[in-house]
């Protein structure tokens, strides 16, 4: 087509475009802080995958009130249109399309639905493995364990999506001679001399509607969901006994970081209580020694609990012993544990700022500077 010849058409309205480059922000984002960022970035991603949550959902409703080639009803091709598009590329004499062609639209479904498990997924994990979120209150540990290995292999998955996408993006451009990538800045893509392409309006206002409602019922769930205690999690009272003792000498550990053999065996022999005499009156030793075998990490069921129940063969009264400890802290320089404002391997408050608590969620890690 010579350039007399092309006419410049909106063919991607506004919403749509800004739908995809917040979306790449957003997977860029999530990818980034997933697999690479340490582990006190997990905070963000969880936020990046709410934000994940609410782009999906406004381009399903976007889906049937924007413009016509942003509406589902413009893209729904069968899997055999979208193999012979396929083949006609191959042979470099694919058929035309103004909007999305069979095998992109097949990517998007792809797309669309990889990224809706994985928001599913990633809220399975954060509900079982850190007692956080709407799911908190219905899923065990071992379940948010299970599923991770999924989240995981859906990140993976959405890296090969995406390569997949991109060389689509280039081969299409190559082929047509298109504009592809700038399209979808722009929204405007040529059209030659006696085609036409017919096009119908966005219906905003219902859009805004659907919208406004699903924030309403979506808002209403998560306040209900999020009222339910998390599951395995007791309401443990405090004991001023067991503070004030414990911390005459150390921070007080969390009574979920040690099964309720090691806590019986650490009460037992207060005397040698690590190298120093440690002895309580009976009545107050008993009370703390009650205190930790009811909330010792058999009543609790979650990850610090899990991973430290199992002790050390050789030294099984110890935390920083466990084979649990050890592997979560594999990646911290052993100098970080001598810096002045750690001082011991047993100071968690010092990086933990919810230790007193027992969460240890990665979000809450803050490694002193040094």
Same mark, same amino acid.
């Given at each position: ?20 480059w917040?979306?790449?922000?957003v ?33 399903? #409703?976007? @889906?049937?009130h &924007?413009?016509?080639?942003? %509406?589902? =009803? +413009?893209? /729904?091709?069968?899997?055999?249109? *979208? ?31 990889v ?80 085609? #036409?392409? @017919?096009?119908? &309006?966005?219906?905003?206002? %219902?859009? =805004? +509607?659907? /919208?406004a409602?699903?924030?309403? *019922? ?121 810096l ?18 027992g969460?240890f ?6 490694i002193?500077?040094?």
């Amino acid at each position: 087509m010579t350039d007399r010849a092309v006419e410049m058409v909106r063919v991607w309205d506004l919403p749509t475009r800004l739908f995809h480059w917040l979306l790449v922000a957003v997977v860029v984002f999530e990818l980034t802080t997933g697999l690479l960022a340490p582990k006190w970035w997990f905070g963000r991603h969880i936020w990046c995958g709410y934000a994940l949550a609410v782009l999906l959902a406004f381009r399903i #409703v976007w @889906a049937f009130h &924007g413009a016509k080639f942003s %509406r589902l =009803s +413009a893209f /729904l091709y069968s899997p055999r249109q *979208a193999i012979e598009h396929l083949r006609g590329m191959a042979r470099g004499r694919p058929i035309h399309y103004f909007g999305h062609n069979p095998a992109g639209a097949m990517m998007i479904y792809v797309l669309i639905a990889v990224l809706s498990l994985m928001v599913l997924t990633g809220l399975v994990v954060q509900g079982g493995d850190l007692k956080q979120g709407p799911l908190a209150g219905f899923t065990s540990f071992a379940v948010g364990e299970a599923v991770r290995a999924i989240h995981q292999f859906l990140a993976y998955l959405l890296l090969v999506l995406i390569g997949g996408h991109l060389a689509g993006v280039l081969l299409g451009s190559a082929i047509f001679k298109e504009r592809l990538i700038s399209a979808m800045i722009d929204g405007r893509k040529p059209v030659g001399a006696g085609e #036409v392409v @017919a096009s119908s &309006g966005s219906r905003p206002v %219902r859009a =805004s +509607a659907w /919208l406004a409602a699903l924030a309403i *019922a979506g808002g209403a769930l998560l306040a209900f969901l999020w009222e339910r205690p998390a599951l395995g999690v007791p309401n443990m009272p405090s004991n001023a006994t067991f503070e004030q003792e414990c911390s005459a000498c150390h921070n007080v550990f969390h009574p979920s970081l040690l099964p309720r053999t090691s806590w019986a065996a650490i009460m037992a022999d207060l005397p040698h209580h690590f190298g120093e005499d440690a002895s309580l009156p009976v009545i107050r030793r008993d009370e703390i020694a009650s205190y930790l075998e009811s909330y010792a990490a058999e009543a609790w069921d979650t990850l610090p609990a899990r991973r430290f129940s199992q002790v050390s063969s050789d030294d099984p009264l110890r935390i920083t012993a466990t084979p649990g400890w050890i592997r979560l802290h594999r990646h911290v320089d052993a100098a970080a544990f001598a810096l002045s404002a750690v001082r011991s391997k047993t100071n968690c408050l010092a990086c933990h700022r919810d230790a007193e608590g027992g969460q240890f969620a990665p979000q809450s890690i803050a490694i002193p500077a040094g």
